[in-house]
């Protein structure tokens, strides 16, 4: 069965430096990959997904995620954090069935301090 | 162009109530899901609609649970005899086909919290 693994429940950072937030998939066939956001008392908004065309994806507020099958993970990464991204980001496997039941992870709590 | 919208955005009942729980969906979007999000996990899946038919209702927790989607569009995802353990925020997504993996974003509305006391 599908399953994606965040590796860290919470993820510190300071405003201007890397973000890296990891998942690692398990899937028996070629996955869909997404990471989507979740801002306190807001909607889950989709980051970016990979749907098997070019393994590095780029995302929306210059985040993006490399798919790498060799290591079963979907990073997501961003070069320079900004305040307004502290927020919980989730990685997202579809099921192998013919519609998108997305399979969330328990979510990486990323903070940004000034 | 709204989103998804959720009514109400807060529930609290009593242990052993009804509840109905409402998703207005994108205009347009055939496809409706239902999520439920406990605190701290992620969502899980519910319940996903192809038009007025719930295509797949595998995540249904057990038969107090139900949704309808009787014309294709809103959709009523009801409760009875509510338990505390049915506290959690439920969420509403929509998409344009539900059709083709991974080709189909789903967009979210902004979910209805509930609370069982």
Request: with cysteine; proline share 5%.
């Given at each position: ?33 997404f990471?989507y ?8 908004q989709l980051l ?67 | ?104 974003t ?12």
């Open positions: 069965a599908q399953s994606v693994t965040q590796l860290d429940s919470h993820v510190s950072v300071s405003e201007g430096t890397p973000v890296l937030l990891r998942c690692n998939y398990s899937s028996s066939y070629s996955p869909s990959l990471w956001v979740q801002h306190p008392n807001k909607g889950l970016l997904k990979y749907t098997s065309a070019a393994t590095l994806v780029k995302g929306i507020n210059g985040f993006e995620a490399e798919f790498k099958k060799s290591e079963t993970s979907f990073h997501l990464t961003k070069p320079s954090a900004h305040m307004s991204d502290a927020a919980e980001y989730f990685c997202v496997v579809t099921l192998d069935t013919g519609f998108q039941k997305l399979v969330f992870g328990t979510g990486t709590r990323l903070l940004v301090s000034p | 162009g709204a989103g998804v919208s959720q009514t109400p955005s807060n529930k609290v009942t009593e242990k052993g109530k009804y509840v109905e729980l409402r998703c207005d969906p994108i205009s347009g979007h055939t496809a409706l899901y239902w999520y439920r999000q406990s605190l701290g996990q992620g969502p899980e899946f519910l319940i996903y609609f192809q038009g007025t038919g719930a295509a797949d209702d595998s995540g249904l927790p057990n038969d107090r649970f139900f949704a309808v989607r009787p014309e294709g569009s809103v959709s009523t995802l009801k409760i009875q005899r509510t338990e505390r353990g049915d506290s959690a925020v439920y969420l509403c997504a929509s998409s344009l086909l539900g059709r083709e993996k991974g080709a189909d789903q967009y979210f509305g902004p979910g209805t919290r509930l609370t069982v006391l």
